[in-house]
């Protein structure tokens, strides 16, 4: 059980350093998008390569980090019934989804973007735009990568609902283990 929960731990280690070095992309696109406008509208000129620069950013910046907002739990998901569910049937829950939609999608995404991606880089893709940005394949590998991070966050949430269901969530640190409900009625001391 410790060699899972160490699993664990390295797998979210990863997607915490993937997602906290992409998050920064965020200022990267505020400034290039506020310097395109700028240039758009008080110099009435565009430099075409720039505006492929912050779709292209922002593109790299959602599918680098999928797997850190997995790991934080920061997915849209429907709450009335898990959010107040034991850590037990978190675990039933989490287990389940991971095994039958979470790695299928993955693995889904993986192999039809393999193509998709492979052709891009034996052509040495760029920008649609003439004076675009070049090498448009390095963002479409990060199709590939989106894939890989969540299946390696969604193993991870199998491996953590494994060790709940056997007794062993005191092997993880307590920011990979599941939120604690407060009894209803009482409100937590802040």
């Not at 998050?23 to 758009?40: D, K």
């Not at 590998?141 to 269901?165: C, D, E, H, P, Y």
């Not at 007794?167 to 939120?179: A, Q, S, T």
């Amino acid at each position: 059980m410790r060699a899972i929960a160490f699993v664990v731990r390295a797998i979210s280690a990863i997607n915490w350093f993937i997602g906290n070095l992409f998050s920064w992309l965020a200022l990267g696109i505020v400034v290039v998008c506020f310097t395109v406008v700028v240039q758009r509208y008080v110099f009435s000129f565009s430099i075409l390569w720039m505006r492929d620069l912050y779709i292209w950013l922002n593109g790299a910046m959602f599918t680098a980090v999928a797997g850190f907002a997995l790991l934080r739990n920061d997915h849209v998901r429907v709450d009335i019934f898990y959010r107040p569910a034991s850590a037990r049937r978190k675990a039933m829950v989490d287990l389940f989804g991971v095994v039958a939609f979470l790695l299928p999608f993955c693995w889904v995404t993986f192999v039809y973007a393999w193509p998709f991606v492979a052709r891009s880089w034996r052509i040495q893709e760029g920008s649609s735009n003439v004076g675009g940005m070049p090498a448009l394949f390095i963002l479409k590998t990060f199709i590939l990568g989106f894939a890989v991070l969540i299946a390696m966050q969604g193993i991870a949430m199998a491996l953590r609902s494994i060790l709940v269901l056997t007794g062993n969530e005191e092997l993880l640190p307590e920011r990979l283990r599941y939120e604690r409900q407060e009894p209803s009625g009482t409100e937590a001391s802040v």
